[in-house]
């Protein structure tokens, strides 16, 4: 890592907003593998700010780096940091990837993003969230939170290390269940929900997917799995329906993004039905 790529990292890390109470392990620990002379490091950054108040709403902080075999006493150091800081943490996860498991990925802003994922492929990972500071976030919805992720393999050890500022998890489910519940009031003005046995036959794909969506928010949960694998169904065979707009498909976008999040939808099974759905929303 040249002296302008170091320069401009330890600036960087040195203008994370950790709180010295909170967190001043883990950055010192992120930061003494940024600046190891023997470091290679690849960094990206984003910010997002309220327009009108020019506060903070959203960031991510990816630090990728590869490091000598020999030099594991860093990343250790990484995990002691997280166990010294854990009482400030409302939040600890640990673990290694799993191919059988879902991606884990650390929300950014509003969640209405991919995230930045920490459970790579061979990956042993550790993450923490802690509240964002009452000087920073009176309201107390947002959070900040470190992770790192590594393996180490023919010599060398490569890792990330990720900040990231977002709402927090309960804050992003009370938005989407808004969100969720404002967009089907909406379409309940304009769309009567019928017999979804044959809705298929009666209705447009759009009007179909929507009386499913709103049959389920009463529904119970064998029947809210039923109704999730038939529009699992009917969005694999979206291509038959021509007529489909990218509106539509947005607005149903937004309504799994919402149900996803929502704990009322969190069901294993049902859960997996609806990221699928999403998934294949071409």
């Not at 994370?16 to 620990?29: D, G, L, V």
């Not at 519940?181 to 044959?198: C, F, G, H, Q």
Request: net charge neutral; aromatic share 8%; proline share 3%.
């Amino acid at each position: 890592m040249n002296k302008t790529i170091l320069w401009l990292s330890s600036l960087l890390i040195a203008a994370m907003p950790f709180t010295a109470a909170a967190q001043s392990n883990i950055r010192s620990a992120f930061d003494a593998i940024i600046k190891c002379p023997e470091a290679t490091i690849t960094d990206s950054h984003s910010l997002d700010k309220n327009p009108q108040t020019n506060v903070k709403t959203g960031q991510s902080d990816i630090y990728n780096f590869v490091l000598p075999a020999d030099k594991m006493k860093l990343v250790k150091n990484v995990l002691s940091a997280f166990e010294k800081d854990s009482e400030k943490a409302y939040s600890i996860n640990k673990g290694k990837y799993n191919p059988r498991e879902s991606e884990i990925a650390l929300a950014v802003g509003d969640g209405s993003g991919s995230g930045v994922t920490i459970n790579d492929e061979e990956s042993t990972y550790e993450y923490a969230l802690f509240l964002a500071p009452a000087s920073e976030d009176p309201s107390g919805v947002y959070r900040y939170a470190y992770a790192i992720s590594y393996n180490e393999k023919g010599g060398k050890i490569r890792g990330k290390l990720i900040v990231t500022y977002a709402l927090t998890l309960s804050q992003r489910q009370k938005i989407g269940r808004e969100r969720q519940y404002s967009l089907l009031r909406d379409l309940s003005n304009n769309t009567m929900v019928i017999d979804t046995t044959d809705a298929s036959q009666q209705q447009s794909w759009f009007d179909t997917l929507m009386s499913y969506f709103q049959t389920m928010t009463q529904a119970n949960s064998q029947t809210r799995i039923a109704l999730a694998t038939k529009a699992h169904k009917l969005i694999l065979n979206v291509s038959k329906y021509p007529d489909v707009t990218e509106a539509e498909k947005n607005t149903v976008r937004e309504i799994l993004k919402s149900m996803i999040s929502d704990s009322k939808y969190s069901e294993s099974v049902l859960n997996e039905l609806l990221n699928q759905c999403l998934v294949n929303l071409k």
